[in-house]
T-cell receptor, first 111, second 113 residues
Framework: GQQVMQIPQYQHVQEGEDFTTYCNSS?????IQWYKQRPGGHPVFLIQ?????EVKKQKRLTFQFGEAKKNSSLHITATQTTDVGTYFC???????????FGSGTRLSIRP | NAGVTQTPKFRVLKTGQSMTLLCAQD?????MYWYRQDPGMGLRLIHY???????AKGEVPDGYNVSRLKKQNFLLGLESAAPSQTSVYFC????????????FGAGSRLTVL
């Protein structure tokens, strides 16, 4: 079963509000990746985090990798309708090449 | 540069029929993956390959077979389709371990009646 858990499963926010999704792994990850899937589309790579405690920003998106490399978060400041979609974290499991995805957080926005 | 191409995009099968999904990538990537996506279940890894001639089991391999005879192609086969295999199937490829950023195809929607 899934060993990379994401919460919440769904989030419905007013446009302009902030949004955060959390990813938790049962084991230490060598790296973690984040993907976005628009409704009806396919997952698209956003970012990869490698170092313990790493923080990276992409405009209104802030990504963090926990000190123990077992958890990560994605925070969106002042959401816009273009942020709608499902956000997935993913990481290697058992081997560097076996990439397992979290269950995803679906973000919907009230204009 | 097409990236990752999946065929067919849609298919309806009857229980017990067989079919093959084809994934082709033109990025010279070593690693290729097949995932299935069901509502509320995220993306689950079926099988993957770390190079031409190699395959390995993922999280949910039962009922599926794969082959990677050429580096650019990764085939997913269903020998005897079941309604539980109704899903959207995504193929992805990545350059190498450690910096294995995945590029996904557009998906193949399979319905088994």
């Amino acid at each position: 079963g899934q060993q990379v858990m994401q919460i919440p499963q769904y989030q419905h926010v007013q446009e302009g509000e902030d949004f955060t999704t959390y990813c938790n792994s049962s084991t230490t990850l060598s790296n973690i990746q984040w993907y976005k899937q628009r409704p009806g589309g396919h997952p698209v790579f956003l970012i990869q985090l490698v170092k313990s405690g790493e923080v990276k920003k992409q405009k209104r998106l802030t990504f963090q990798f926990g000190e123990a490399k077992k958890n990560s978060s994605l925070h969106i400041t002042a959401t816009q309708t273009t942020d709608v979609g499902t956000y997935f974290c993913a990481g290697p499991r058992s081997s560097a090449s076996k990439i397992i995805f979290g269950s995803g957080t679906r973000l919907s926005i009230r204009p | 540069n097409a990236g990752v191409t999946q065929t067919p995009k849609f298919r309806v099968l009857k229980t017990g029929q067989s079919m093959t999904l084809l994934c082709a990538q033109d990025m010279n990537h070593e690693y290729m993956y097949w995932y299935r996506q069901d509502p509320g279940m995220g993306l689950r890894l079926i099988h993957y390959s770390v190079g031409e001639g190699t395959t390995a089991k993922g999280e949910v391999p039962d009922g599926y077979n794969v082959s990677r005879l050429k580096k650019q192609n990764f085939l997913l086969g269903l020998e005897s389709a079941a309604p539980s295999q109704t899903s959207v199937y995504f193929c992805a490829s990545g350059p190498r371990a450690g910096a294995n950023v995945l590029t996904f195809g557009a998906g193949s929607r399979l319905t088994v009646l």
